[in-house]
């Protein structure tokens, strides 16, 4: 790791704020900020994956990120519509400037080493986790898990930020970064705690997959297609395993129903069956997984591993 002259968050005053993107107005100052700060994490991603474009693996990983923080700042918009009432917890903290002016200092002078042609893969990585560590993900946290209680679309959000910790852990394990940097990317917080829902009319087999895939996440269960579908509008699930008949609405139908009402459940399915047909051939020409019964109890938790590993379209 460079020295601290090349470390300048602390020490620095605040650089000139990159004006890419600017979120609109929102009447709580707190939400405002947040989306601002959401819309600078997304442009320095982005100039810094530009930026390292000679390294195509961290240009993409860089790439993926900033949309992950283009993505959050979207439904953040979305929540401070002029229509939308906000809970009045919301209106019970305000972020003082001088928390404001440390939590985007890394960001900022980050930014201003990409446009000096100055910043270093290490430099990157520490300003960020240098961030996410400060109070912005405990005040981030406090906005979704406020708007989470009442509002479905927060709960995934909550979902994509740790899947976004998750992969920005993962890539420093495979780059040659300190080892206190990766200490301190593992020492982030959890955001939401993995979350499957098994719809499965076998009370025995659903239990089965139940223990299993408790031992990874949390579990939960229904015996068919229309309990799964209103299950799903109710609330944020990370991965669906799905038998194909279902008592009523078969797992093809609870798919195209539940993807049409949440367009982030695409890909997010395992199905399992104990027969062959054509409609299985169709979902996994999608990209879905398929599991044939008998089912090798290992490639459950590696189906649904995948599919929490995949990257968001």
């Known amino acids: ?51 390292f474009r000679g390294d195509p693996a961290l240009s993409s990983f860089l790439g993926h990120l900033a949309a992950d923080e283009a993505e959050h700042l979207r439904i953040l918009q979305h929540s401070a519509g002029p229509e939308v009432e906000l809970p009045e917890e919301l209106g019970q903290i305000d972020v003082d400037t001088a928390t404001r002016a440390r939590i985007e200092r890394p960001l900022m002078a980050a930014h201003a080493a990409i446009r000096r042609g100055e910043l270093t893969e290490e430099e990157l990585f520490q300003a960020l986790v240098d961030s996410e560590l400060s109070e912005w993900n405990d005040i981030f946290l406090f906005v979704v898990e406020t ?112 993807t049409a009402v949440d367009p982030s459940l695409t890909g997010r399915f395992v199905f399992c069956s104990g027969s062959r047909e054509p409609v299985l051939d169709e979902l996994a020409a999608e990209g879905l997984a398929v599991l044939h019964k008998p089912i090798h109890l290992h490639q459950l938790w590696q189906a649904v591993d995948r599919v929490l590993h995949q990257q968001p379209e």
């Open 147 to 258: 708007l989470q209680r009442s509002r479905r679309e927060f709960q995934a959000v909550a979902a994509r930020i740790q899947a976004h910790e998750r992969r920005l852990e993962q890539f420093l394990s495979s780059r040659p970064v300190s080892s206190q940097l990766l200490e301190q990317a593992r020492a982030l917080p959890s955001v939401w705690q993995v979350t499957v829902l098994v719809v499965e009319d076998s009370r025995p087999l659903a239990r089965l997959f139940e223990r299993l895939l408790q031992r990874h996440c949390k579990v939960e269960v229904v015996g068919d297609g229309e309990a799964a579908l209103e299950r799903l509008q109710g609330r944020f699930f990370d991965v669906v395993v799905s038998d194909l008949h279902l008592p009523g609405l078969d797992g093809a139908s609870l798919y195209r129903q539940a």
């Open 1 to 51: 790791m460079s020295d601290d002259s090349r470390l300048p968050w602390d020490h620095t005053p605040l650089p000139e704020r990159p004006r890419r993107h600017r979120p609109p107005r929102s009447p709580n100052p707190t939400l405002h900020w947040l989306m601002m700060l959401e819309a600078l994490a997304c442009d320095l991603y982005g100039s810094a994956s530009e930026a």
